[in-house]
């Protein structure tokens, strides 16, 4: 078991290296023109304890969150490689550039990682802080921010990963080794954690939302 969570990791370390580089000039996005961009966006995710149907699930925040991620996503709910009907008719409504400056609009709501780690975090976490860090802030740009996000999408994320409904191949590696009845307490930790904001709101220096 320790032999495959090691060799998952370092390959998802390599593929992170390359991404990255693909994606570089993806993030070079601005802010100004960003925000009035993104303001169809408030009406989900600007919007506390707003659920998705059908399953149901707390809209994921975006305050804070990593530019590269959130542009590889848009385009993945673009094309349809990430299937959400909602989400496809937003994202492929905009223009690259579009995307590039809603992300940077978003990660500009003070995106400055917390180094204080809230609460010990259960054993099966070990497998997500490689790539995501042990407070929940990606070591890259192309890896998410965990850290504050809704405890039940972190928890539908995981599952569907899991499952395969959500492609990743370095994610479907490492979440196979993870046991279903690990998945809430995972989801649990991360959300804890002092990092992310819906829509509305920013991160003061200590990481709370105001």
């Not at 400055?112 to 995501?132: E, L, R």
Request: glycine residues 10%; contains cysteine; charged residues 20%.
């Amino acid at each position: 078991m320790h032999f495959r969570l090691t060799w998952a990791l370092g390959v998802g370390l390599a593929l992170n290296l390359a991404i990255t580089a693909a994606h570089a000039e993806d993030a070079q996005g601005d802010a100004a023109r960003g925000k009035p961009l993104a303001y169809t966006c408030h009406g989900c995710h600007g919007i506390a304890n707003y659920k998705n149907a059908a399953p149901t699930y707390s809209v994921p925040k975006l305050g804070g969150q990593q530019a590269a991620y959130m542009i590889a996503a848009l385009k993945e709910y673009a094309s349809g490689e990430r299937v959400h009907p909602t989400m496809h008719a937003h994202a492929a409504s905009n223009s690259e550039q579009d995307r590039a400056d809603m992300a940077t609009f978003f990660q500009g709501q003070n995106n400055k990682p917390n180094t204080q780690v809230v609460g010990t975090p259960p054993a099966s976490v070990q497998v997500c802080t490689a790539c995501h860090g042990a407070n929940g802030f990606g070591i890259s740009a192309d890896y998410p921010t965990l850290a504050g996000q809704q405890e039940d999408y972190l928890e539908q994320a995981l599952r569907d990963y899991k499952s395969g409904k959500r492609k990743n191949a370095v994610m479907a590696g490492l979440v196979s080794a993870v046991k279903e009845q690990d998945i809430p307490a995972i989801a649990a930790f991360f959300a804890k954690q002092k990092g992310l904001c819906t829509t509305d709101k920013i991160r003061d220096n200590d990481g709370t939302c105001k």
